[in-house]
Antibody
């Protein structure tokens, strides 16, 4: 059973870059079995898909965030990461990492617990 | 891309059936049979309960069922139980090679 755990700073200053890492256990991020992704949820609001990445490095991003998002894989640490540049208060949210079986078309069938990131000076 | 439209709240008594609707466009819900539904309890991560419009992941109760007609997808919860009280979100694959979520529906068990 895959387990995912987000990590990263809980506070980021406006205009800076938000960086989060998701550590995967119970499976390999180098496997063709899974896609790896990020979803966020502002406090008290709904879910927003940020993007995902496949084991060969193909990335797919939300068109509204594409200019600021970068996702990558670190196979040596079995982690994948998210970078979101030029953040504003509107980027304050709980950020979830998620995975989904490559045969299933869904944002995620296995989710981390979430990491609250606040953008404030 | 705009969020899919869901009613803000739906309620029902224990044992009843309720339906949560999710309306999109021909570029998402209507164009693909890739609608998912997620259940989210307060302070918890979302949980996938329906994928590909009608399929349930292993371990999900058969009281949850999904369907689609045109640009509108629906989630039906039959035999409503207290533990079903949660927020429910739909999601669809889109023509932009991305996903879009619904606005969310709060289900209350009276």
């Amino acid at each position: 059973q895959l387990q995912l755990q987000e990590s990263g700073p809980g506070l980021v200053k406006p205009s800076e870059t938000l960086s989060l890492t998701c550590t995967v256990s119970g499976g390999s991020i180098s496997s063709s079995t899974y896609y790896w992704g990020w979803i966020r949820q502002p406090p008290g609001k709904g879910l927003e898909w940020i993007g995902n990445i496949y084991y060969i490095g193909n990335t797919y991003y939300n068109p509204s965030l594409k200019s600021r998002v970068t996702m990558s894989l670190d196979t040596s640490r079995n982690q994948f990461s998210l970078k979101l540049s030029s953040v504003t208060a509107a980027d304050t949210a709980v950020y979830y990492c998620a995975s989904h079986d490559a045969t299933v078309v869904t944002p995620g069938d296995n989710w981390g617990q979430g990491n609250l990131v606040t953008v404030s000076s | 891309q705009s969020a899919l439209t869901q009613a803000a709240s739906v309620s029902g008594s224990p044992g009843q059936s309720i339906t949560v609707s999710c309306t999109g466009t021909s570029s998402d819900v209507g164009g693909y049979n890739y609608v998912s539904w997620f259940q989210q309890h307060p302070g918890k991560a979302p949980k996938l309960i329906i994928y590909d419009v009608t399929n349930r992941p292993s371990g999900v109760s058969n009281r949850f069922s999904g369907s689609k007609s045109g640009n509108t997808a629906s989630l039906t919860i039959s035999g409503l139980q207290a533990e079903d009280e949660a927020d429910y979100y739909c999601s669809s694959y889109t023509s932009s090679v991305s996903y879009v979520f619904g606005t969310g529906t709060k289900v209350t068990v009276l």
